[in-house]
């Protein structure tokens, strides 16, 4: 009997793990909102002056996505190792480094791609001139990519963990500092009229690595939190 | 402990003995603490993957996804391992009858109809080896009789059963060997 193929084992993955985040709209829909309110309180605290927003606006943007992006990680292995989903997985004899990229690409898909999508609107009440949304979205993308494939290593460290979240945030957010740095930067000079080039191809240098190397550590952290 | 194709192995023992430990470490879940677990010669970690594809593993979850529906559970949980048509998915659904449970999601279903969902899988896998930890539990009579004659088409067809269970599984035509821990 022919044995489901690697793209094909990957693609169901992706396609159930969609399925699953939309059945549970409140886990697609939390960061997004969670996006939507840190950025419209910030005109309140500060100033409502779009001048002086648009100076913060990209340092602003940068980090209510990362904290955002960040709420829906812990449920990326959670359910499936409480309901031994994850288990089966495993032992599918698929490689589960393959899997990860699969489950990664769509937790993006549920938890990242919404935020790069509402980002231009909330940029621009942010005072970001249109010129500057592209450069916003796409570093917005990268950024997401980086911290989701970097905070499935973390939630597959942390699995075992009764109280995971909070050593989750502890762990991913300071690997993601680079990414801040150099995305912020990038919109920054987006904002400014500069081109944004240097930052945004250290960005997306930052995300190949990152996709590259995050699924195997998750699958050796997979396979010792199972045991 | 050997387990030879057409052949059924009884695990037994009280609570507590490790029938569980002993499943999971001839699962590969767990690292064996001393010997070794082969397959066909071969050590188990030498290309664990390849292993992994000849037998399917049933432990005390029933690895169902509570938000999908029980078609939609099977199509992942065999898909994985090998391309499954919806004709196929439905025959098992009839046979476990779960015929009127194909729509409906897992979190409705009974521990029984759940436990029959996660048998179904196993059928479908069309491996040669079967793991089975307490297999009947939850299943009522007719599901006792079901998968005891589901063991034994497996038997028939040259595959092997290892079953962890407190009560020595009554298959048909075939006699248990049993593995007594503790």
């Known amino acids: 009997m022919p044995a489901t193929t690697v793209w094909q084992a990957m693609s169901l993955t992706y396609q159930r ?9 409140e886990q697609v829909a939390q960061p997004v909102v969670f996006f939507l309110m840190v950025t419209t309180l910030v005109p309140l605290a500060l100033s409502p002056e779009l001048n002086e927003l648009r100076q913060i606006a990209g340092g602003v943007l940068w980090i209510a996505a990362l904290l955002a992006a960040l709420l829906g990680l812990e449920f990326l292995y959670r359910a499936d190792h409480a309901d031994g989903t994850l288990e089966q997985m495993l032992l599918s004899g698929q490689p589960l480094a393959l899997l990860a990229i699969a489950k990664t690409a769509a937790h993006w898909t549920a938890c990242g791609l919404p935020l790069v999508l509402v980002s231009p609107l909330l940029a621009v009440s942010l005072g970001v001139l249109p010129g500057a949304l ?12 980086i911290l989701s494939a970097l905070g499935a290593v973390g939630a597959a460290l942390t699995l075992g963990l009764r109280r995971g979240n909070l050593l989750l945030s502890l762990l991913v957010l300071p690997l993601t500092m680079p990414a801040l740095i150099f995305g912020a ?34 699958s050796a952290a997979l396979r010792i939190s199972l045991e | ?24 470490v001839l699962a590969g879940l767990l690292p064996a603490e001393q010997g070794d677990v082969s397959w066909r010669g071969q050590p188990i970690t030498s290309d664990f993957e390849a292993y992994a594809a000849t037998f399917c593993y049933l432990g005390h979850s029933d690895a169902l996804k509570s938000d999908l529906t029980a078609f939609e559970n099977l199509d992942y949980g065999v898909g994985l391992r090998r391309p499954v048509t919806a004709a196929e998915i439905d025959d098992v659904l ?23 969902l996660a048998v179904a899988r196993v059928m479908l896998a069309a491996a040669p080896l079967w793991i089975l930890d307490e297999p009947f539990t ?16 497996q ?16 298959i048909p035509r075939h006699a248990a060997h049993c593995l007594e821990l503790g």
């Open chain 2, 1 to 24: 402990m050997d387990a030879a194709a057409g052949q059924v192995v009884h695990v037994a023992g009280p609570n507590g003995a490790g029938k569980t430990t002993l499943l999971r």
């Open chain 2, 155 to 170: 038997l028939d067809r040259g595959g092997a059963a290892i079953i962890a269970a407190h009560q020595p599984p009554a």
């Open chain 1, 134 to 145: 592209g450069t916003l979205m796409l570093s917005l993308a990268l950024g997401t990519g």
């Open chain 1, 17 to 25: 793990d969609l399925v699953l985040a939309f059945r549970r709209w």
């Open chain 1, 185 to 218: 930067r990038a919109v920054d000079m987006a904002v400014h009229g500069e081109v944004a080039r240097g930052p945004m191809l250290l960005l997306a240098a930052m995300c190949v690595l990152s996709l590259t190397l995050a699924p195997l550590a998750v």
């Open chain 2, 94 to 116: 009839a046979r476990t009858g779960l015929s009127g449970c194909r729509g409906l999601q897992a979190r409705v279903l009974s521990a029984g109809q759940k436990r029959r």
């Open chain 2, 138 to 153: 939850n299943l009522d009579r007719a599901g006792v009789s079901l998968l005891s004659g589901v063991i034994a088409e």
